[in-house]
């Protein structure tokens, strides 16, 4: 080797040091530089987004089918919709009652502070971004140093699957549903070592958080949370911690009770997968690896590259489990490795087994998504395992921290470059041109009331073209019928004279559909093709149509008030205990 060649070597070894160097954040970092520094890196994956519009994907349009309405519901005065009138070419659905509806919430805030779906959008998604990298620093920080936390909350923002929510997939609810995952594992890690009152407080946040967001994550985050706290538990305080444990999951049940409660008593009432399943939604279809063939099926295969990526990100992790460290750390990496090797479990079909044995998981439909866990866990296990390979950088084993640094930069790069630069992305004026017919567009047809059926398979003819004003909207045979009012829960009809005969209203069944006429409940049905049909007496003149919500509506609301009224007690107590 020429002395040239030498010292070209030895300047680019001293300027990839200088580079790790610049990039080796100090345990000296406080704590709001160390925030900040992982705020810019959440924010930092939302910049293509921001520069260049929203990424589009067919899911796109299903979300703001539910957002429009929602948001035009929250305006009217109506913050726990019941009905979504307009859908389905205006027979309507009862979706608000099952999907979740926390990031809709945050949506129409956005959309109402600024003025704009597109930019409302643009900014509660990187909000969302920041906050999942600050809970990937606050579950971190448990048990790394400060410097290692700050690489977890940033290379959480880069996790391949995670992206790919966003910016490929639009599972804009999985995505948001994230950060609420994160906060719980630090809150649960938490509570084992200090037992904290804030945290038993901060862990029921979160758990109600992640039912209100994304119920497929919530079944797989519940099962991950009660693997990793049983993984955490200590023997010299295993009572109390699990009691806090239990405590702060039934604080969360509670909390968001105003949700769940309609949902598990009324989701016989909707197709769901029905009798005639869609085979992409079936979970014995789903497993990651089971095709390797884009012709076969097509989300596998995308799931099958997106499993690769993550593995890159978390080899070089595996160093931990030779490395002999401090024995509460070594403790804390054993748990998150052992939640991971479970994870990567279930989203395979080495898992099947287990799916088949536990109906709840078989209502995920997607064991790929398994990988949200996955993402939440391998960036911890990553930032814990940089300082032993920048010690082997720095000596004999630079080689193969070479190795271990080029596995992450080929999975970063894949991300950036394919997930990233090849995604659909909508300018502002495309956006807004895709939202114009969304608020009558068929609904899924998983959420069609079960009397629709006839509907979601196309069996029976519907007329697609009455509007609230062309006086179509009710019809009884021998009968003329006039709309003196059309409301989404609420409608008003006069009857001429006639004989006793049925009125047909253009809404689909449901049983919480109420109809009365001179103060007399006249009996409601459903047609063979799922309208709703109302026995019309002979005196009947006048009918009032209104969606009558029952009364464990209102003991789920008291339940959720009462709930978050206890988390802020628990803070306050919390508070005044360190102050004394």
């Not at 939640?339 to 279930?346: H, K, P, Q, T």
Request: net charge positive; glycine share 8%.
């Amino acid at each position: 080797m020429t002395p040239s060649s030498l010292q070209y070597k030895a300047t680019s070894l001293t300027t990839l040091r200088r580079l790790i160097g610049r990039f080796n954040f100090s345990d000296a970092l406080s704590a709001k530089r160390a925030m900040l520094l992982v705020s810019l890196g959440g924010g930092l994956a939302l910049l293509p987004a921001l520069l260049l519009g929203v990424p589009s994907n067919p899911d796109l349009s299903n979300h703001y089918h539910f957002a429009l309405p929602f948001y035009d519901a929250l305006l009217s005065g109506d913050f726990q919709p019941g009905w979504f009138a307009s859908a389905n070419h205006g027979f309507g659905d009862p979706v608000f009652r099952f999907y979740p509806p926390a990031l809709y919430y945050l949506m129409a805030g956005a959309r109402a502070f600024f003025g704009s779906w597109y930019v409302g959008t643009l900014l509660v998604f990187t909000l969302i971004s920041i906050i999942g990298s600050l809970g990937a620093y606050f579950w971190a920080r448990s048990f790394l140093s400060r410097g290692a936390a700050v690489w977890a909350g940033v290379v959480y923002a880069f996790m391949p699957y995670h992206v790919a929510e966003y910016y490929q997939a639009a599972q804009l609810a999985e995505y948001a549903a994230g950060p609420a995952l994160l906060f719980a594992f630090g809150c649960l890690k938490r509570i084992s070592d200090t037992g904290k009152t804030r945290y038993v407080a901060g862990l029921a946040i979160a758990y109600a958080c992640l039912i209100l967001t994304h119920l497929p994550l919530a079944v797989m985050g519940s099962f991950s949370l009660l693997i990793y706290g049983i993984l955490c538990l200590k023997r010299d305080r295993l009572m109390l911690t699990i009691t806090k444990m239990g405590v702060a999951v039934l604080i969360g049940l509670a909390a968001s009770a105003f949700y769940w409660i309609t949902v598990v008593s009324e989701m016989r009432w909707i197709l769901a997968d029905g009798a005639n399943p869609d085979s992409l939604l079936d979970y014995r279809q789903n497993f990651i690896f089971s095709s390797f063939s884009p012709d076969t099926n097509l989300t596998i295969w995308w799931m099958n590259i997106l499993m690769i990526a993550t593995i890159g990100m978390f080899l070089p992790a595996l160093a931990l489990l030779r490395k002999s460290s401090e024995g509460s750390l070594q403790k804390s990496v054993r748990a998150a490795f052992v939640l991971l090797a479970i994870s990567l479990l279930m989203a395979t079909e080495a898992s099947k087994w287990i799916w088949a044995i536990v109906p709840p998981l078989q209502k995920t439909q997607h064991p790929f998504r398994w990988l949200g866990v996955v993402s939440a866990v391998v960036p911890i296990l990553l930032a814990a395992s940089l300082s032993h390979w920048r010690s082997r950088f720095n000596g004999s084993g630079r080689p193969l921290a070479l190795v271990a640094g080029g596995v992450i930069a080929i999975s970063l790069t894949f991300t950036v470059a394919q997930t990233m630069r090849d995604a659909n992305y909508l300018s502002r004026s495309s956006f807004e041109q895709m939202l114009g017919p969304l608020r009558e567009s068929p609904s899924i047809n998983q959420w069609l009331p079960i009397w629709a059926n006839s509907y979601a398979q196309g069996k029976a003819s519907y007329d697609k073209t009455t509007t609230p004003d062309s006086g179509s909207l009710a019809e009884a045979s021998g009968r003329s019928v006039a709309v003196n009012s059309w409301q989404a829960e609420r409608r008003e009809f006069s009857v001429a004279e006639g004989p006793a005969t049925e009125l047909r209203v253009r809404t689909f069944f449901y049983p919480h559909w109420k109809a009365t006429s001179a103060g007399e409940t006249l009996a409601t049905s459903p047609a063979s093709d799922g309208v709703l049909l109302i026995s019309l007496p002979q005196n009947a003149r006048s009918v009032e149509l209104t969606f009558q919500e029952p009364s464990r509506v209102r003991l789920g609301a008291f339940i959720s008030i009462f709930a978050w009224l206890l988390i802020g007690a628990l803070f306050v107590v919390e508070n005044k205990r360190s102050r004394d």
